[in-house]
């Protein structure tokens, strides 16, 4: 005890004091583990391990040494004790209030003065408790020993000398081996080793839950009770109770003082009460990423929802708090995202990595449009979608889902088929989950970025319901609003989701967000904040809808940094500049046309009309998602031949083909076979 007593005390001080995490987690596991084995295993450790090895290193040095001797037996107590007390020193150094400490290192004082000046002073009660149990155990496992030997018991103070335990007779017996250098004994010895390496890994599973109890419920925020060690900010808790047959999870926010945590909900609170337990995970929310995710449904903390069943094949486990990509990873070169749909690639082109605001209201070909886009990059680059509903009406993602399956972009019967991922956090949701699933998908989308080497389109519907959740969020935490009512981390909270949607050299995260302006004020700081964030905007017009052309893109509200000859290349630009010209030109005569009729336009203008409403239908198009309804099979058009066959009509070489040959075409090639088509039908 002379020997195990200090070095136990300074072992409790470094793991308490100094180790990091990561080390206290696998020595306390260890020592809980080796404190638990019973003395018998003790000994029998003794027997067929050191006194082997305290024989050999004897004979090495010359001298007579039984096997069974008094040094082996005490450093079998020595060593069966020291985990013991080590794990109780540890709590009782660990029992101090952090506030004794703090407050005197506030004070100057280095950590080596607070240790000993106030951590075990305030503890020597607890430790003088630990090592007269310590002393007690020692005791009564050595009067356990000479009542199992009973008379027979050859007890010695020389250590080299031979004593009889319990287990010598023990390993005697079954090996027949009193000096143990048969090959019985080394097959147990090799064995002994064996055993006790399983049970320290067995003991890894074994780690000490950190237990908190709910001491404040309101609404979506709940505040936590620890007596021991806080969770980190963003650490999941798990509660220890079902609330409507499901596992509340919920993730530190605050740290508020008097070892007390304010977390945020990711499901309803209902039927919580004070004094509820929850258990700290030790890590942020993890969610399951890999190939098997494809075709299925999740909620923000990686449940499934769509009822088919469990994930099937291999996957893993990411938090969704994770940091963007450095600037070594990112990559320079701008390089254009070809999706196949000509009004998007030529006038309003797609950077790969890069942000594209999507507007457009109901019934417009949002979802239609959204359904191609995740077709032709699963087609033309083999890339794989993820979609975030974020803060959505269930009906939408109901529909949603069931469109997918229709056009094939999921396979419900081999989900390793399917294309998309889908992540809801549907509207009746608390803000929790609403605020936390856009970074559930994004997790899910940067595992095909970065280990599948993929070109991920990742959907956001609504952006505008994220920014809406952090509102939410940061009034039930108490913050202080900014302007209009919105959370003074607007920008922090928009910045750390939208910087991680980036091109890096392994692939490349395409973010296509879906905005809604309250009161199409523009100038709102929740759509004002995304916009600094996007790259393109792709405009859906009621008004183009209504004319029978889709995609309805509007091909001059919609924009994209992009469209310059330094990354589009010089041909491509000039196109898309002379196709906007015209466009724009025929768009402000549009009225003259109203009032005067086409008879009063110059024969420039007339032109000018002539290619404008060939270049509107030419834009419309094809999909392969509405096969089913249009009758008509999808066409993904090149960007090559997007360009050469608007330069081609811009030019004027297909002045003589009729208007209604380039209406739902593919390349140019199709608009003339089918002006033959429509001529031959006029004879």
Partial sequence: MLVVVPLGLFSAIYISEYASEKVRYIVNTTLQVLSAIPTVVYGYFAVVFLSFFIKQVANFFGLSIHSE????????????????????????????????????????????????????????????????????????????????????????????????????????????????????????????????????????????????????VTQAVVDIKFEGELPKIFNALKSKLKYKDKELVLEVSQHIGDNIVRCIAMDSTDGMSRGDEFVDTGAPISVPIGRSTLGRIFNVVGELIDECGPLKGKYNLEPIHRA???????????????????????????????KIGLFGGAGVGKTVLIMELINNIAKAHKGFSVFAGVGERTREGNDLYHEMITSNVININEHEKSQAVLVYGQMNEPPGARARVALTALTMAEYFRDRENQDVLFFVDNIFRFTQAGSEISALLGRIPSAVGYQ?????????????????????????????????????????????HLDATTVLSRQIAEMGIYPAVDPLDSTSQSLSAEIIGEEHYKVASEVKRILQTYKSLQDIIAILGMDELSDEDKIIVDRARKIQKFLSQPFHVAEIFTGMPGKFVSLSDTVSSFKGIVEGKYDHLPEAAFYMVGNIDEAIKKAELIQAEAK
């Fill in 488 to 532: 003074p981390t607007l920008a922090t909270d928009m910045g750390a989701m939208q910087e991680r949607i980036a091109s890096t050299t392994s692939g490349s995260i395409t973010s296509v967000q879906a905005i809604y302006v309250p009161a199409d004020d523009l100038t709102d700081p929740a759509p004002a904040t995304t916009f600094s």
């Fill in 69 to 216: 001797s008094a040094l082996v037996a005490g450093l079998s107590i020595g060593i069966m004790i020291l985990p013991f007390i080590i794990s109780l020193l540890e709590d009782a150094i660990r029992s101090v209030p952090k506030s004794l400490r703090y407050g005197f290192m506030a004070l100057g004082a280095t950590p080596a003065e607070t240790i000993w000046h106030i951590t075990i002073p305030y503890a020597m009660p607890t430790i003088l408790s630990a090592i007269l149990l310590s002393i007690s155990r020692v005791i009564g496992e050595t009067m356990i020993v000479l009542m199992a030997v009973g008379i027979n018991a050859n007890l010695t103070f020389n250590p080299l000398n031979s004593v009889t335990t319990i287990t010598v007779q023990i390993a005697t017996l079954l090996t027949g081996d009193q000096d143990f250098n048969s090959v019985q004994t080394l097959a147990a010895y090799a064995l002994s080793l064996k055993f006790f390496y399983g049970i320290i890994v067995l003991g890894d599973k074994n780690k000490e839950m950190n237990i908190g109890r709910a001491i404040k």
């Fill in 324 to 354: 963007p990509p450095s600037f070594t990873e990112q990559r320079i070169q701008e390089e254009v995202l070809v999706t196949g749909i000509k009004v998007i690639d030529l006038l309003a082109p797609y950077l790969k990595g890069g």
